[in-house]
């Protein structure tokens, strides 16, 4: 399937949005995702197929002045 990841096509299979996190390798507690618009809540993000056509933008906060 097709999605719209962080502004760019991508190519995959992954099943939910947690999955994708983990795919990425990247760490889930400074993350927030915006899935088609709406963001999802931490706790939610294993529930949330991924599907064709989706829109998924990842948020990484940083520290710092």
Do not use: R, Y
Request: charged share 20%; with cysteine; net charge negative.
């Amino acid at each position: 399937m097709k999605i719209v990841f962080n502004g760019a096509d991508l190519d995959t299979d992954i099943p939910d949005l947690a999955a994708l996190v983990t795919d990425m390798g990247l760490d889930p507690s400074s993350l927030v995702i915006e899935h088609n618009f709406n963001v999802v809540k931490h706790d939610c993000w294993a529930h949330i197929p991924i599907q064709d056509g989706d829109v998924v933008e990842l948020l990484n906060f940083v520290g710092g002045g």
